[in-house]
C-alpha cells in the first residue's frame, strides 16, 4: 500500500513467544454466592458470601523446558497446613481465600517448596463464562451422573456429554453424584474436565491462532479475578504458549498426597513423605508419570 501523506510508519506488531523458564500458578475456585447469576435471595446468599471459600484450589506447573506439565488438586477438607505459611492450623485448608488470595497461595508455597508468583480466583459466573467462551466441553462418562443437590441439578447419561454454562458448573461442583459423594470424589471429575478442556484446545488449534488465543485470555480477564502479574493479555498468551509443545501425555492431573485425619473422618491430612517426593520432582522439572488406580470418579 502507499504511504499516507503525513502519515507516520506504524511500529511493526511485537512478536510474542513463550515465558520464559518454569511457570507457577495457583487457581482458586471461590462458592461464594455473592454478585453470581441467580443467587439473590437471603436463603441463597447463606451459603456463602464475601470472598467465599477455595472449594478448589490447583497449581499449575509447566516445566523450566517446556516439555511437561502438571496439575496438583489441593483437597478442601485438608487440615495440619501451614496456614498463611506460617504455623501449621487445624483450620481447613479452604478458609485460607477468606483471609485472601495471598494466603491461599503462600500456604501451597509452604505445603510445595515452590515459588508461586502468579494466581487467580474463578467464582461460578467466570465457570460458565469460560465453558462458553470455549463453546463447551466434552467428556466421556462411564456411568451415569445424577445430583439432585447441584443447581442446576444433574441428570446425565453415559457416554460422550458437552458441558456448557450452568451444566458444566454442576459437574465440577457435584459431589453426592459421583464416587463415594466425598471432596475427594469431586477432585476427579474437575481432572477430567480439565484434561478434556486441554485436549479441545489443542485439537481446535487455539494455542497456534494468535486471534483465538487473545480472545481466549481477554475472556480470563473478564471472567477470572487474576493477580496483578496476569492483568496483560500478552503474558497470558505466552504463558499459554509454553504449553504449546507439550504433548498431551506429558500434561499430568494428580492429588495432593493425603491420608485420612485420625482425629476427624471428615478431615484430611498430608502424607509428608509422597508429598516431598512428588514436589523435589516438580523443583527440578522432571516429568511426572502415573501409575497404580485411577481416581475415585473416573
Given at each position: 500500500l502507499t504511504h499516507l501523506a503525513g502519515a507516520s510508519i506504524a511500529p511493526a506488531a511485537p512478536s510474542i513467544g513463550p515465558i520464559t523458564g518454569e511457570v507457577n500458578i495457583v487457581l482458586a475456585g471461590s462458592d461464594t454466592r455473592t454478585n453470581q447469576v441467580g443467587y439473590q435471595?437471603?436463603?441463597?446468599?447463606?451459603?456463602?458470601?464475601?470472598?467465599?471459600?477455595?472449594?478448589?484450589?490447583?497449581?499449575?506447573?509447566i516445566s523450566a523446558n517446556h516439555t511437561s506439565a502438571t496439575v496438583v488438586s489441593f483437597p478442601r477438607d485438608l487440615v495440619s497446613i501451614p496456614l498463611c505459611g506460617k504455623s501449621i492450623s487445624h483450620a481447613m485448608f479452604n478458609t485460607t481465600l477468606a483471609i485472601g488470595l495471598s494466603c491461599t497461595v503462600n500456604t501451597v508455597e509452604k505445603m510445595t517448596g515452590l515459588t508461586i508468583p502468579y494466581a487467580g480466583i474463578i467464582t461460578f459466573n467466570g465457570v460458565t463464562g469460560m465453558s462458553?467462551?470455549?463453546?463447551?466441553?466434552?467428556?466421556?462418562?462411564?456411568?451415569?451422573?445424577?445430583?439432585?443437590?447441584?443447581?442446576?441439578q444433574l441428570d446425565l447419561a453415559a457416554g460422550h456429554q458437552t458441558l456448557v454454562?450452568?451444566?458444566?458448573?454442576?459437574?465440577?461442583?457435584?459431589?453426592?453424584?459421583?464416587?463415594?459423594?466425598?471432596?475427594?470424589g469431586r477432585i476427579s471429575n474437575q481432572q477430567v474436565f480439565l484434561s478434556?478442556?486441554?485436549?479441545?484446545?489443542?485439537s481446535d488449534g487455539v494455542l497456534s491462532n494468535p486471534l483465538t488465543l487473545y480472545k481466549l485470555a481477554n475472556s480470563a480477564l473478564a471472567n477470572v479475578r487474576l493477580s496483578d502479574t496476569l492483568t496483560n493479555?500478552?503474558?497470558?498468551?505466552?504463558?499459554?504458549?509454553?504449553?504449546?509443545?507439550?504433548?498431551?501425555s506429558k500434561i499430568v492431573f494428580v492429588q495432593y498426597p493425603t491420608g485420612a485425619d485420625p482425629a476427624d473422618p471428615n478431615r484430611v491430612v498430608p502424607l509428608v513423605a509422597p508429598a516431598a517426593a512428588l514436589f523435589a520432582a516438580l523443583k527440578t522439572n522432571q516429568a511426572i508419570s502415573l501409575t497404580g488406580k485411577l481416581g475415585r470418579a473416573a
Open positions: 435471595s437471603k436463603d441463597q446468599l447463606a451459603g456463602s458470601s464475601g470472598a467465599g471459600n477455595n472449594d478448589v484450589t490447583m497449581l499449575l506447573h462458553n467462551a470455549v463453546g463447551g466441553v466434552t467428556v466421556c462418562l462411564a456411568t451415569p451422573i445424577k445430583d439432585p443437590y447441584t443447581d442446576p454454562g450452568d451444566t458444566a458448573l454442576s459437574f465440577l461442583r457435584s459431589r453426592h453424584g459421583v464416587g463415594d459423594g466425598s471432596d475427594l478434556a478442556l486441554t485436549r479441545k484446545i489443542v493479555p500478552s503474558t497470558l498468551v505466552s504463558i499459554a504458549l509454553a504449553i504449546k509443545g507439550v504433548d498431551l
